[in-house]
Each structure stands twice: as structure tokens, then as C-alpha cells.
């Protein structure tokens, strides 16, 4: 009688750790569908167009290149999507794409020229960002110095991210203080000056080549 107990025990373990093994099995092949089901943008570029139009250039981490160049190669792909606002913007990306649009690692922000002009379309432009906890508070901030989209597109054709190379940018010129969408958001509402570094297309390579300060609201 206790060895048949003892036995039952043995099977009812042997049971319980099959199917914790399934039930981790299970949620491994559950994240790397997620992974695969999922954009990743890691840079943002917002311009205005004609008509008062926006343009958000995104760069995406190509979760295929990234394991095959190790770092000597383009790990992005990047795309451009318009409309009046961020929704219309992402309506477009789901009509274009089967993935779902990932904010959860973008790391930088870059504003063109002609957004920053504008006080109207910047002032949408950031009380939309106000309003979308997607956004993180933490990403780091650039003008460009003409379009958005020509710095984010550099992130197709440099070797390993322009993320990652925007940041070693941002530490070596601005060592005291880091400009965040924080810093931005604060500034505009409280009325703070706050300057950020100015990107241009050097021969294919992001360069630095100055401050700018951005508009303050009007009250």
C-alpha cells in the first residue's frame, strides 16, 4: 500500500514538471510571435508637409539583419507615413502593414525645420505627444537641419544603429545635460528656454552642427 502511494507520488511529480516544461515551452514560442508580429521603431522624424500635413519617418529594427551583421552593417529599415495627426498616421501604417507598431523602444525624436517654424502644427504636434503615455518621457530629442526624414533615413545605409551612434553624439556634445521629451514638454509649457542639438547629412554620416532653440508656447 505505501510503495503503490509512493509510486502515485512519483507520477503526479513527473506530471507536475511536464507540464511546467510545456507551460514554458508554451510561453517561449508565445514571445517569439510577439517578436515577430511587432514593428520596433527606434527613431522617430516628424516633419510638415504641404497642407499642413504631417510626415513621421520611422526607423525599424530589422530583428534579421541585426543577428546577421553583428554590428558591421544596416540593421534598419524605415518608412514614411503622413496624415493630420498621429492617428491618421498610424491608421495609414495599418493599411500598409501586418505588424503592429512597437513605441516601447524608440530612443530618439527628431523634429524638421518647417514643424518647428510652424507654431500652430508644433503645438499640436506637442500637446498630441502630451497626451500618449507611449511615448517615453526618457527618448532623446534632435532638430534637424533641414528634413526629419533625411537624418532617419541614414539609419538604412551606416553600419550597426543610428540610434546608438545619435546617442555617442549627444553625450560627447551635451556632457552636463541630456535634452529628453521631458525637458522639451517642461520647457514649452513652463515657459523654460531649452536648446537641442542640430543634425545634417554629412556625406551619408549624421554630424553635429550646432543648438537651436525651440519655440516656447504662447500665452
Not at 173 to 201: A, F, N, S
Request: charge should be negative; charged fraction near 30%; aromatic fraction near 8%.
Amino acid at each position: 500500500m505505501e510503495f503503490q502511494q509512493r509510486k502515485r507520488k512519483e507520477e503526479l511529480m513527473k506530471k507536475g514538471v511536464l507540464a511546467a516544461v510545456l507551460l514554458l515551452i508554451l510561453a517561449l514560442t508565445q514571445k517569439n510571435i510577439d517578436i515577430e508580429d511587432r514593428n520596433y521603431a527606434l527613431i522617430l522624424g516628424m516633419d510638415e508637409k504641404q497642407s499642413g500635413q504631417w510626415q513621421a519617418t520611422y526607423s525599424f529594427a530589422d530583428l534579421s539583419k541585426v543577428a546577421q551583421t553583428k554590428g558591421k552593417g544596416a540593421e534598419s529599415v524605415s518608412a514614411i507615413y503622413r496624415g493630420a495627426n498621429h492617428e491618421e498616421i498610424e491608421e495609414q501604417y495599418e493599411r500598409k502593414q501586418d505588424k503592429e507598431l512597437e513605441y516601447g523602444h524608440l530612443k530618439v525624436l527628431i523634429l524638421g525645420q518647417e514643424l518647428v517654424k510652424d507654431e500652430g502644427q508644433y503645438d499640436n504636434f506637442l500637446k498630441e505627444l502630451r497626451r500618449r503615455d507611449e511615448y517615453s518621457r526618457n527618448i532623446l530629442v534632435f532638430c534637424a537641419q533641414e528634413e526629419a526624414s533625411a537624418i532617419v533615413k541614414l539609419d538604412e545605409t551606416i553600419n550597426g544603429l543610428l540610434s546608438d551612434r545619435l546617442k555617442r553624439l549627444e553625450e560627447q556634445h551635451i556632457p552636463t545635460k541630456t535634452v529628453t521629451l521631458k525637458t522639451v514638454l517642461r520647457g514649452y509649457w513652463e515657459g523654460e528656454e531649452v536648446q537641442v542639438p542640430v543634425l545634417k547629412d554629412s556625406r551619408g554620416v549624421p554630424e553635429f552642427v550646432g543648438y537651436q532653440t525651440l519655440p516656447m508656447r504662447q500665452k
